[in-house]
């Protein structure tokens, strides 16, 4: 199984980005699939998570900026980010996990992406 994040990069402060997430061996379709970012010196923090039946959930921080979404011909999923803030610098991961239940623990995923980069600035 092999989770791919891409999509980060640099922006200004109000502006947006969307991260991928690709898979191969796992399908996002018969899965939850979350985002967490991790900014240095902080713990891995929930972003946002899609359940198999599409259901979304998102962190207090980020709902009404960003919007998880899935591609299931591609077994891709997005993250798109809009009016992005300076302190949402971090390193977004993308995960998988099958089993029903908590989505928001990172303890209970068990496929992760490599991380990508994104770096807001003031």
């Known amino acids: 199984v092999q989770l791919q994040a891409s999509g980060g990069g640099w922006v200004q402060a109000g502006g947006s980005l969307r991260l991928s997430c690709t898979a191969s061996g796992v399908t996002f379709s018969t899965n939850t699939v979350g985002w967490f970012r991790q900014a240095p010196g902080k713990e891995r923090e929930f972003v946002s998570a899609?359940?198999?039946?599409?259901?979304?959930h998102y962190s207090n921080s980020v709902k009404g900026r960003f919007t998880i979404s899935k591609d299931s011909a591609k077994n891709t999923v997005y993250l798109q980010m809009n009016s992005l803030k300076p302190e949402d610098t971090a390193v977004y991961y993308c995960?998988?996990?099958?089993?029903?239940?908590?989505?928001?623990?990172?303890?209970?995923?068990?496929?992760w992406g490599q991380g990508t980069l994104v770096t807001v600035s003031s």
């Open positions: 995960a998988a996990k099958s089993t029903p239940g908590t989505w928001t623990t990172y303890g209970v995923y068990d496929y």
């Open positions: 899609m359940r198999r039946s599409s259901s979304t």
